[in-house]
């Protein structure tokens, strides 16, 4: 039986079971006032429309604690609704993360494949894919990457981005050694730059994706053997052109 963090027991637990009185932790009370007081109709939403509304809210409160530190009185008052009524959309605590976490990864894999190709902008459409939905970025590459439990859901989007990287530098990094490593420091910089970016309140969104690009482009000129080494081409006069790993790369394939 698995803990569902703040004493929540119901991890692995039916969402259906032990429906008793609980006790309300200190906080909770002033938000459960935004919900609809007794006798007040509450707007009823079609089924799809209703799932879709809690997974962005279970989004919300899992990105600030993870799967351990967040429990399913959380998702419910940061939905509005009662534990009941997610009982009747999710199993347990752990087919809401799922589910979540699928939706999520589709979403960003969507953006990064926009109509079903790879361009020079896919660094640009997971910066917006992020800015619109910071909370899932978060949780994605920043929780779900350290809970063993679930972890696939990133190292399996963060996989695609790298070997995608990889085929990306081999005509810029002969040695594959070196080209694997820049691929992931690569992909690991892109990543981190943008929650590094949201948690600063996403400053000069219009500039965010070249700043990010530059950055990747610096860690792969670095790895790779930096300005003269194996992956830049001097020009007559001096000056180092930008190879093909130094302008704005793919991070998944189609």
């Known amino acids: ?11 692995d637990i039916p969402l259906g079971a032990g429906r008793g009185t609980r006790r309300v932790s200190p906080g909770r009370e002033s938000r459960r006032a935004v919900k609809p007081a007794l006798g007040q109709p509450r707007r009823l939403l079609p089924r799809d429309e209703r799932r879709r ?29 009662s534990r009941i ?23 960003l894999t ?6 079903g190709r790879i361009d020079t902008n896919s660094i640009g459409r997971l910066v917006s894919a992020a800015q619109a939905d910071p909370a899932g970025f978060t949780l994605l590459f920043r929780h779900a990457r350290r809970e063993p439990q679930f972890s696939d859901y990133s190292d399996q989007l963060f996989a695609r981005m790298v070997a995608t990287m990889e085929r990306h530098l081999e005509g810029s990094v002969a040695d594959p050694v070196r080209r694997k490593w820049a691929a992931s420091a690569a992909v690991a910089v892109t990543n981190e730059s943008i929650i590094g970016w949201l948690e600063a309140g996403c400053p000069d969104p219009d500039s965010a994706p070249a700043t990010v690009t530059a950055a990747v482009r610096g860690v792969m000129r670095a790895i790779a053997g930096g300005a003269g080494g194996p992956s830049s081409k001097t020009q007559p006069d001096g000056r180092v052109a930008a190879t093909r790993s130094e302008r704005q790369p793919p991070l998944v394939s189609e």
């Open 1 to 11: 039986m698995g803990l569902g963090g703040n004493g929540d027991r119901s991890s």
């Open 53 to 81: 509304t809690l997974i962005a809210a279970a989004t919300r409160a899992f990105s600030r604690g993870g799967f351990a530190g967040t429990s399913l009185d959380d998702v419910a008052d940061e939905a509005g609704v």
């Open 85 to 107: 009524l997610l009982y009747r959309h999710f199993e347990s605590k752990t087919h809401l993360y799922r589910a979540l976490l699928d939706d999520i990864r589709s979403r």
């Open 110 to 115: 969507e953006a990064l494949a926009a109509e």
